[in-house]
């Protein structure tokens, strides 16, 4: 039987619109991204991000003909077997958006929708910080904060297909509504990229995003510093709450609050250790930037391969 053919990979995030070829080991033959402008709604982003595909396959140097699929990564709430977006919350107005289908016509391909997160977790179960581990967590943080969890070494998806949103476990019962659900003290109140952008804004911080406020903790500034290490301790928090739920092996962060790096990861692993029942090892996804593109394809190879196109293409 020859190798599964390369996939082309599409995520949609609130920030950014990502494209890329990715192989059956996870190798990535191309890699490109753009601002989402998620706000001029999806019947302007949806072919920008088509566009972005067609140049990802044209950067790849491979042939169409070569691409045999298509998967997508998306922010649930979804319908991963219809194809249906059903109201990403950050994906404001995109409600009841037939993706599956626009990207069939788009590409004349089969396509595979998944959570994003969810499709994270495959691509670091499958070639990842996650290989070979039989239960694992991965906790993306983006513009919001999405989960995938790998019991016994599968996906747990959950009774509709919406399982493991681990940015909705509640930190602080009483604390700061939550954008993407409207629950207060979510885990994503606080270390979403969003969340922290906004908390340096109430504070009078001169800093306009997550990676701003991790750069100037880590040069010592006090305010950045105080708000850093809230970030950290919301973050810990919710993590070991996650860890006793599910006793993993481990936890894989990913997404683009990550880029901080050691000022994050190093005291959040020490307060899992500290803190957990089990405790589980906290790593960096390895994937970077790339880390949504690598799990939506990982989702079509998951879903039996090439040979055997899931029920949504």
Known sequence: MSAPSPVLALDIGGT?????????????????????????GPDAALPRLF?????????????????????IGCGGPLDAERGVLIAPPHLLGWRDVPVVELARNAFERPVTLENDATAGAAGEHRWGAGAGVRHMVYLTLSTGVGGGVVIDGGLYRGSSGNGGELGHVTVDWRGRECRGCGRRGC??????????????????????????????????????????????????????????????????????????????????????????MRPADVVLSPFGERVGVVGAAAIVYDRAGLEDVPANG
Do not use: Q
């Open 16 to 40: 950014k619109l990502a494209a890329g070829v990715v192989d059956a080991d996870g190798g990535v033959h191309s890699f490109l991204a753009e601002p989402s402008r998620a706000h001029e």
């Open 51 to 71: 566009d972005l595909g067609r140049r990802a396959v044209a950067e790849s140097r491979l042939e169409w003909s070569a691409i045999e699929a298509v998967g």
């Open 187 to 276: 885990l994503e109140a606080y270390v979403s990229g969003t969340s922290i952008a906004e908390r340096a804004a109430e504070a009078g911080l001169p800093f306009a995003t997550a990676e701003e406020v991790a750069d100037a903790a880590r040069a010592g500034d006090l305010g950045a510093s105080a708000l850093w290490s809230e970030t950290v301790e919301a973050l810990a928090c919710g993590l070991i709450s996650i860890v006793n739920l599910f006793e993993p092996e481990l936890v894989v962060l990913g997404g683009g609050v990550t880029r901080s790096g050691e000022v994050l990861i190093e005291p959040v692993r020490e307060a899992v250790a500290a803190g957990a």
